[in-house]
């Protein structure tokens, strides 16, 4: 888990990583919209069907809701929607644990429980990421938080 954990705030700490891969324009900026994204998937009217793409999505849903409560706690609760996010990515987590969990491919099917631990843990994992950032980051100075979509 701390491989995985750090690798998170290594990816998050570019601004660009906080949308999945693959968005080009328009970006994905709340969760909603990354919801709908998943759910964009499966539209097989769309110029580019591809329900495996539900996946990605999902895996950065849980992510991104990980690394909000965690990191910038504050903001999630000043818009009074932590308990909607964990709710979100406690879910996402926990999609992406079943998908891995039935696939054919050994390689894919390890990770499901990792996935597992993430849903079934969520807010330990946002409380850890929030302590690390309070206690290795408390000299850094006082960023202003970044509303998307907005100045």
Known sequence: MATYLGDLLTRFARTEQLFPPG???PRLETVVDLLLEAQAAWDEAAAHFGPEREIDVRRHIGDYTLFMTGV???RVERLASTGWYVSQGKKAYRFVSEHDRASARPVV??????????AERFEHFAWALDYARRVHFHDAPALPFFRFGTQ
Not at 109 to 118: M, V
């Open 23 to 25: 968005v080009t324009a």
């Open 72 to 74: 910038f706690r504050e």
């Open 109 to 118: 099917r390890a990770r499901g429980p990792l996935y597992a631990r993430l």
